[in-house]
Structure formats: structure tokens, C-alpha cells
């Protein structure tokens, strides 16, 4: 992981370079010094995956927990042979992480804000190239190598490993999912004891003891107001390729 991190926070520098501004990544921390092609001054926070989904931490979300100043993330995709960059406001980022990190203490009092949290592509798409946010140049500098260390090579920095194969575990659940809020939610219904379990989307990873209850819970969390949660039609089946 900590290489997938350099190398994002390299693929960033060199890209604000090539767009004519500069970017002094701080000792330490996840996040870079910006000067933005204007004159423009801010902190970003960079976050890094060669896979979906990125992972930022839980205390992300926590209000006052980290007093860098940072007023935007940005989110680097080293899986193309050119890295993405997707550019959002932090508010919404940390506003959005706050909400779901809350659920999660609720759902079992007396947890703690630690450990990862995953940030989907949906919720990060809109801010693809948004350089603007920045003060940067929307046209990169031609004569400028922004060309960064590709992430096929962090792969290949990290020591072999020798697998042992394990036999493969077929879920019997049912995929099923749901559309609310711009989302689609994806869930395992279990036809034995009811619980559906959320795999990905919005509060990934929670269970809950049957559909109506998992229904509830993501209409609660979208605040809206028309869906009606009833477990029997709001979920639908999943056709799995």
C-alpha cells in the first residue's frame, strides 16, 4: 500500500507541473502543497488505488480530526497505462464519509473511528480532470514530461509471494440489488435466514436482519422521502455474468 501511495502522490506532482503550477508534497502526510497556475494557494489531499475502490480512513470523517487545512482530494487511478484524476470539494468527500462512519458506530455501539473506508468511483466520477478546482491549466504544458513512474512497476517492486491454492467458497446467497438516490446498491440475500448483507454501493459491508430492514435503512440514509421501503420490491434480483 505504501507504494501505491508514493506513486500516486508522484503522478499528482507531475501532473500540476505539467499544468503550471506547483506542488510540494508535506513530510509525513498523504497531502501535497498546491500552487495553482494563478497564483492560488491550498492543500490537497491525495488518495491512490490501482484498483477500485480507493480507501481513505475512517477518521477521515471525523470532524476536526486532522487540522491540515485540506480543501480538496483528489483521487489517482494507476490502473491505466496513463493515471486518471478526479478533483472534488473535501466537504463533500469527508461530509459524505462522516455520514457513513456514523451508521457504522450506531450499528454497534462502542466501535472506534479506525481502520479504511472505501470511496466509490460513482462518488468521485464528477470530478474527473477538474483542474479548475485547482487554479491549474486545463491543457497540460506539451514540452513538460509529466510522465510518472508507471503503476506496473509498483506492482512489480513487491516481493513474490508463493500462493497456496484454496478451495473455492460458492456463495449460495442471492445478488440482488436496488437503485435509490442515483446509486445502485448490491446486496447477498440469504433465502435461509433472511439477512441481506450490502456488497457494494453506499453502507458497504452491513448487514442487516432481512431486506425490509437493509430497505429502511438506505432510504433513511438518502433521506428520501417517496421510495417506499418495502423489502418485497424495493431489492430485485441480480443477473450475475
Known sequence: MGDIV????????AEVLARGGRAEPIPG????????????????????????????RRRDGVPAADGAGVSHWVFVDLAPAVPEFYVVDAEDIEAGIEEEVALWLADRPGRTPTGSHPIQRSNVVHGHDHWDLLGLDAIKDPDHDATPVPAARVRAERPVVRTVAEPEVVDERRAVVADIGGYRVQGRLDPASGTLEI???????????????AAQALVTFFDDHETVPDGDTFWRSEILK
Open 199 to 213: 456488497t457494494r454501493g453506499p453502507m458497504e459491508g452491513r448487514r442487516f436482519p432481512d431486506a425490509a430492514a
Open 29 to 56: 502526510q498523504r497531502d501535497v502543497r498546491v500552487q495553482g497556475a494563478d497564483g492560488s494557494e491550498r492543500v490537497v489531499r491525495v488518495c491512490s488505488t490501482a484498483s477500485d475502490p480507493w480507501l481513505a
Open 6 to 13: 508514493r506513486q500516486g502522490v508522484v503522478a499528482f506532482v
